[in-house]
C-alpha cells in the first residue's frame, strides 16, 4: 500500500457522498494493520462552505472530490480492495490540509 493511493469507500452507506478515499500514512509503517484514510467527498456536497486549504479538490476516475481533512479514521488493510489510482501529485496539498487540521499553520 502506497501513501496516496486512492480506493472506493468500502463502507457502503456513506458511499454515495463519499466515493472514494485516500490513504495519507506513510509507507514505512505498513506493518501496521490499520492505515489514516481520509474520505474524499463527491464535489457539490457542502461546497459554499469549503475551506480550499483544508478541502484541496481532486479529480478522481473523472470525478471532481475533496478531500474532507477533518475526517480521519483508521480503516483495516483489510477492508480496502485495489487501489483505483494515486494522487501523490498533490501530496503537498493534502500534508499542507493534515497540517492545517492539526497546527493551524
Same mark, same amino acid.
Given at each position: 500500500m502506497a501513501q496516496f493511493d486512492v480506493y472506493e469507500n468500502p463502507n457502503p452507506r456513506s458511499?454515495?457522498?463519499a466515493?472514494?478515499?485516500i490513504d495519507l500514512q506513510h509507507e514505512m509503517l505498513s506493518a501496521l494493520g490499520t492505515r489514516i484514510m481520509a474520505p474524499l467527498l !463527491? $464535489?457539490?456536497r457542502d461546497t459554499e462552505a469549503?475551506?480550499?486549504r483544508l478541502n484541496p479538490v481532486v479529480t478522481v476516475a473523472g470525478q471532481r472530490c475533496y478531500l474532507s481533512a477533518a475526517e480521519l !479514521? $483508521?480503516?483495516p488493510m483489510s477492508e480496502l480492495g485495489k487501489p483505483v489510482g494515486n494522487l501523490e501529485s498533490h501530496r503537498d496539498e493534502f500534508l499542507g490540509a493534515v497540517d492545517l487540521l492539526f497546527t493551524a499553520v
Open positions: 458511499r454515495e457522498w466515493p472514494f478515499v !463527491a $464535489s457539490g469549503l475551506m480550499t !479514521a $483508521s480503516v
